[in-house]
């Protein structure tokens, strides 16, 4: 059974930073891309970042490139998500997810963890 728990998400000012985690077990997460993904209230799930499973691969959605870095160590199985300049819109829950292969989709990733809060507050 493949976990992914979600950490380093809450509430910021306006043009500050974050730094998510996501922790992995149960499935050899160094062959495996992940993705994160983000949904706000009343909005469906988006597509935040991908990374593939060597970790020279990202793409990242048009609303937070040059401000949202990927990442991942895999010694430690874990993926981040480095979050600056962080504007209100971007407060949703963050989701990582765990797939074959680098997507965009969110049907493309075969499990998930249970989602961090980030707030940004104006």
């Known amino acids: 059974q493949v976990q992914l728990v979600e950490s380093g998400g809450g509430l910021v000012q306006a043009g500050g930073s974050l730094r998510l985690s996501c922790a992995a077990s149960?499935?050899?997460?160094?062959?495996?891309?992940m993705g994160w993904f983000r949904q706000a209230p009343g909005k469906e799930r988006e597509f935040v970042a991908t990374i593939d499973a060597s970790g020279y691969g990202t793409y990242y959605a048009d609303s937070v490139k040059g401000r949202f870095t990927i990442s991942r160590d895999n010694a430690k199985n874990t993926v981040y998500l480095e979050m600056n300049s962080l504007k209100p819109e971007d407060t949703a829950v963050y989701y990582c997810?765990?797939?074959?292969?680098?997507?965009?989709?969110?049907?493309?990733?075969?499990?998930w963890g249970q989602g961090t809060q980030v707030t940004v507050s104006s």
């Open positions: 149960g499935r050899t997460f160094s062959r495996y891309a």
């Open positions: 997810a765990i797939g074959r292969f680098r997507a965009t989709t969110a049907g493309s990733y075969d499990y």
